[in-house]
């Protein structure tokens, strides 16, 4: 959850081999009216798709945000993104749940009763709302962790000693809100968040005789027993899993494999494990948006080589929104955003936040990408080629069908870069005859046979087979400029003071001045993030990792884009200073600054770019 960073070991490392059921079985649609049939539908085998078909899912954290800023969650707020999904749907874009986020709870009422005066009638008249339009809706709940809520009195016999949260195997805890649970599907929830959950709580007197490793068992055995018979009473929910599952999602940089390692197990109760919610990543970009991109694009990559199948994996990779936990971004970059989050294979699509930003054109264009991927992601299948993306390699997803191929190709180098686009089936002829249907604004693609030369930063989509047809295009995202040419230029970086690295360097005769600075920590050289804590108190990032220009004397402007308050750290800064500022052939002293107190490392380079 954003805002709000959990720590905690989870789980045993599990090598296996998954046989898991692909797509290309007959797929029944979730309803809230569920055939006996699907009542006594039990996973063949650990990694089986639980799900029988790809969803839609609208999800209102980051229309409002309690965590990274003030923004509270209201039944107003809640009824207005309703409408907002009617509003879409009209125009043919596809929602299929509605899923209320965080502290929707009275913190006294034990997950039973709703919060007042946000909440003064409860929750009925958005259910009903959802259930007459055909949106089967959802809830949030912070698992067995004490988050904007107090102990009820059939908790308090589980509770840790530091009262934070309570153990599944001990007291009432686990058996009370199994019934919550089952209080709420009674009255109409379908789809559950679980978040924050904490496998290490135990009360006192069990955290003295019991070993950190055998409290972790028990308790994930306890809680995944009690889901299994969850869903066994009712087989048309979705469940789904956050922070606390599995996986190291704070940084690209990380080592891997994960620290806290992904139990594979828990694919025999959860439709998907998310991979960490959008920030940027550790790669520099000039348009902070595409860093972000590449955040969840690494994450999805990670979790796949844990062996999670693409289609469990919900990368959270798309929120729109005016608040902290978003950064503010309401809709920029938000087309590409939107194409990745299907692309990467997801079967939980999940929209976050703020509908109402999105135009009836908008809407129309997002109708017509999930017309594109929907089919692809239950009938075909879709698989990843090229690098890691943290380890700045050319990268992309891969879907195909029997009719064709769409590919996703990003490169996040900062130079110009060519990727091979590879077969992603014995059955798949060549790719060949290929169209680019969507790109970024600048620097165009240039596609060759079966390989596409990208711009420093670009990501473009490529239709093979029926998908090369004009009707698939999906136009220029002209809200990211890539540049058309990129230089490294000649510059030794030295210290010039703590925390601060200095070159100069001859001002080029056309084009702009693209300066990248990296952070790594002084004790080992790993890239190294600074929090600064998020909004409404927390410091811009523009002010902590500063860069600078000067020319004859005068302090020239540089643009970036991270001057953000950034929630989630930072570990590098971009910008760019602009031709007309220059004077072509003179030199021009760089410096960049980081505001850490503690000693660090910075790497330093600079670019001519020209647009």
Same mark, same amino acid.
């Given at each position: 959850?954003?805002?709000?960073?959990?720590?905690?070991?989870?789980?045993?490392?599990?090598?296996?081999?998954?046989?898991?059921?692909?797509?290309?079985?007959?797929?029944?649609?979730?309803?809230?009216?569920?055939?006996?049939?699907?009542?006594?539908?039990?996973?063949?085998?650990?990694?089986?798709?639980?799900?029988?078909?790809?969803?839609?899912?609208?999800?209102?954290?980051?229309?409002?945000?309690?965590?990274?800023?003030?923004?509270?969650?209201?039944?107003?707020?809640?009824?207005?993104?309703?409408?907002?999904?009617?509003?879409?749907?009209?125009?043919?874009?596809?929602?299929?749940?509605?899923?209320?986020?965080?502290?929707?709870?009275?913190?006294?009422?034990?997950?039973?009763?709703?919060?007042?005066?946000?909440?003064?009638?409860?929750?009925?008249?958005?259910?009903?709302?959802?259930?007459?339009?055909?949106?089967?809706?959802?809830?949030?709940?912070?698992?067995?962790?004490?988050?904007?809520?107090?102990?009820?009195?059939?908790?308090?016999?589980?509770?840790?000693?530091?009262?934070?949260?309570?153990?599944?195997?001990?007291?009432?805890?686990?058996?009370?809100?199994?019934?919550?649970?089952?209080?709420?599907?009674?009255?109409?929830?379908?789809?559950?968040?679980?978040?924050?959950?904490?496998?290490?709580?135990?009360?006192?007197?069990?955290?003295?005789?019991?070993?950190?490793?055998?409290?972790?068992?028990?308790?994930?055995?306890?809680?995944?027993?009690?889901?299994?018979?969850?869903?066994?009473?009712?087989?048309?929910?979705?469940?789904?899993?956050?922070?606390?599952? $599995? &996986?190291? +999602?704070?940084?690209?940089?990380?080592?891997?494999? *994960?620290?806290?390692?992904? =139990?594979? %197990? /828990?694919?025999?109760?959860?439709?998907?494990?998310?991979?960490?919610?959008?920030?940027?990543?550790?790669?520099?970009?000039?348009?902070?948006?595409?860093?972000?991109?590449?955040?969840?694009?690494?994450?999805?990559?990670?979790?796949?080589?844990?062996?999670?199948?693409?289609?469990?994996?919900?990368?959270?990779?798309?929120?729109?929104?005016?608040?902290?936990?978003?950064?503010?971004?309401?809709?920029?970059?938000?087309?590409?955003?939107?194409?990745?989050?299907?692309?990467? $294979? &997801?079967? +939980?699509?999940?929209?976050?936040?703020?509908?109402? *930003?999105?135009?009836?054109? =908008?809407? %129309? /264009?997002?109708?017509?990408?999930?017309?594109?991927?929907?089919?692809?992601?239950?009938?075909?299948?879709?698989?990843?080629?090229?690098?890691?993306?943290?380890?700045?390699?050319?990268?992309?997803?891969?879907?195909?069908?029997?009719?064709?191929?769409?590919?996703?190709?990003?490169?996040?180098?900062?130079?110009?870069?060519?990727?091979?686009?590879?077969?992603?089936?014995?059955?798949?002829?060549?790719?060949?005859?290929?169209?680019?249907?969507?790109?970024?604004?600048?620097?165009?693609?240039?596609?060759?046979?079966?390989?596409?030369?990208?711009?420093?930063?670009?990501?473009?989509?490529?239709?093979?087979?029926?998908?090369?047809?004009?009707?698939?295009?999906?136009?220029?995202?002209?809200?990211?400029?890539?540049?058309?040419?990129?230089?490294?230029?000649?510059?030794?970086?030295?210290?010039?003071?703590?925390?601060?690295?200095?070159?100069?360097?001859?001002?080029?005769?056309?084009?702009?001045?693209?300066?990248?600075?990296?952070?790594?920590?002084?004790?080992?050289?790993?890239?190294?993030?600074?929090?600064?804590?998020?909004?409404?108190?927390?410091?811009?990032?523009?002010?902590?990792?500063?860069?600078?220009?000067?020319?004859?004397?005068?302090?020239?402007?540089?643009?970036?884009?991270?001057?953000?308050?950034?929630?989630?750290?930072?570990?590098?800064?971009?910008?760019?200073?602009?031709?007309?500022?220059?004077?072509?052939?003179?030199?021009?002293?760089?410096?960049?600054?980081?505001?850490?107190?503690?000693?660090?490392?910075?790497?330093?380079?600079?670019?001519?770019?020209?647009?």
């Amino acid at each position: 959850m954003r805002g709000m960073r959990i720590s905690g070991a989870v789980g045993k490392w599990i090598i296996s081999v998954m046989l898991f059921v692909s797509s290309g079985c007959v797929l029944a649609a979730q309803t809230d009216k569920v055939r006996s049939d699907d009542r006594e539908y039990v996973p063949p085998q650990v990694g089986a798709p639980i799900a029988r078909e790809p969803i839609f899912v609208y999800n209102n954290w980051s229309a409002y945000d309690e965590l990274s800023d003030n923004i509270p969650l209201t039944e107003r707020l809640t009824m207005k993104e309703l409408d907002e999904i009617l509003r879409l749907r009209k125009l043919g874009a596809r929602f299929d749940y509605y899923t209320i986020d965080a502290f929707w709870f009275d913190p006294d009422g034990g997950y039973r009763t709703w919060r007042k005066p946000n909440w003064p009638s409860g929750p009925d008249a958005w259910i009903r709302k959802c259930r007459e339009n055909g949106i089967l809706p959802g809830l949030w709940f912070s698992t067995n962790t004490l988050v904007k809520i107090n102990a009820a009195p059939e908790w308090r016999d589980s509770l840790t000693e530091n009262k934070g949260a309570m153990s599944f195997f001990e007291g009432g805890f686990l058996s009370n809100f199994m019934e919550t649970l089952q209080y709420w599907y009674d009255r109409g929830i379908r789809i559950y968040k679980f978040d924050f959950v904490d496998f290490g709580a135990a009360t006192p007197a069990t955290a003295k005789t019991m070993s950190a490793e055998e409290i972790h068992r028990r308790n994930e055995t306890a809680f995944r027993d009690a889901l299994k018979k969850f869903r066994a009473r009712n087989a048309d929910v979705v469940l789904v899993a956050f922070n606390g599952f $599995g &996986g190291d +999602v704070e940084s690209t940089a990380d080592a891997f494999p *994960f620290h806290n390692v992904v =139990d594979l %197990r /828990w694919l025999e109760v959860f439709d998907s494990m998310y991979s960490g919610d959008p920030r940027p990543s550790d790669v520099p970009e000039m348009d902070f948006w595409r860093s972000t991109d590449i955040y969840s694009d690494h994450m999805v990559r990670r979790y796949e080589q844990s062996f999670v199948p693409l289609e469990r994996i919900d990368s959270t990779g798309f929120m729109l929104g005016n608040t902290g936990t978003i950064y503010y971004r309401k809709t920029h970059a938000w087309k590409g955003a939107f194409i990745l989050m299907m692309a990467r $294979g &997801g079967w +939980v699509n999940t929209v976050y936040g703020s509908l109402e *930003f999105l135009s009836d054109d =908008d809407a %129309r /264009w997002m109708a017509k990408v999930q017309s594109l991927y929907l089919p692809l992601q239950a009938n075909g299948r879709t698989k990843t080629f090229g690098g890691i993306p943290g380890d700045v390699k050319p990268y992309g997803f891969g879907s195909l069908d029997a009719d064709g191929a769409v590919y996703v190709a990003m490169n996040p180098a900062q130079s110009i870069e060519t990727i091979r686009l590879p077969r992603l089936s014995r059955e798949e002829a060549a790719p060949a005859g290929g169209r680019i249907i969507f790109r970024d604004a600048g620097f165009e693609p240039v596609l060759a046979g079966d390989s596409i030369r990208l711009g420093p930063g670009e990501m473009a989509v490529i239709g093979f087979g029926k998908y090369a047809d004009k009707k698939y295009e999906l136009g220029v995202q002209e809200d990211v400029r890539i540049p058309r040419s990129i230089a490294l230029l000649p510059a030794k970086f030295s210290e010039s003071g703590k925390n601060a690295i200095r070159a100069e360097v001859i001002a080029p005769a056309a084009g702009d001045l693209r300066i990248v600075m990296q952070q790594r920590s002084a004790k080992d050289g790993s890239i190294m993030r600074s929090w600064k804590e998020g909004p409404p108190n927390g410091t811009n990032m523009g002010k902590v990792f500063v860069l600078t220009a000067v020319q004859g004397g005068k302090t020239l402007p540089v643009e970036i884009n991270y001057d953000k308050v950034i929630w989630s750290g930072l570990s590098w800064a971009v910008g760019e200073v602009r031709h007309g500022e220059l004077k072509p052939g003179v030199p021009v002293e760089i410096e960049c600054r980081s505001g850490e107190e503690a000693g660090v490392n910075l790497d330093g380079r600079i670019f001519a770019v020209e647009y």
